[in-house]
């Protein structure tokens, strides 16, 4: 069992940063895709970023691109998400999740990841 929460979550200015950060216990996640969604108040969770087992492939929501970067640490079985320029319409709660699947990382669906931390607050000010 995979086991994952989430911290860097806070109050920012518009056009501001914010790095996630997602710890991974129990078993090393070295060989699991990681991805990253968000839920804002009455949407629905929608995919952000995602990267596979080496951090190497990387897929992205239009909306976040060139903005947001995933990256992974697999020794310290760490997961982050880098927020630059955030705007107003990327406040949400953002998870990280995690699929032992070697091809989840392609995926955009939060029903292809099997594993998800508690969620922590983005919340970005005009």
């Known amino acids: 069992q995979v086991q994952l929460e989430e911290s860097g979550g806070g109050l920012v200015q518009a056009g501001g940063s914010l790095r996630l950060s997602c710890a991974a216990s129990g078993r090393t996640f070295s060989n699991a895709a990681m991805g990253w969604f968000r839920q804002a108040p009455g949407k629905e969770r929608e995919f952000v970023a995602s990267a596979d087992w080496s951090g190497d492939k990387t897929k992205y929501a239009d909306s976040v691109k060139g903005r947001f970067t995933i990256s992974r640490d697999n020794a310290k079985n760490m997961v982050y998400l880098q927020m630059n320029s955030l705007r107003p319409e990327d406040t949400a709660v953002y998870y990280c999740?995690?699929?032992?699947?070697?091809?989840?990382?392609?995926?955009?669906?939060?029903?292809?990841?099997?594993?998800w931390g508690q969620g922590t607050q983005v919340t970005v000010s005009s």
């Open positions: 999740a995690a699929d032992r699947s070697p091809l989840a990382w392609l995926g955009a669906k939060p029903e292809q990841y099997d594993y």
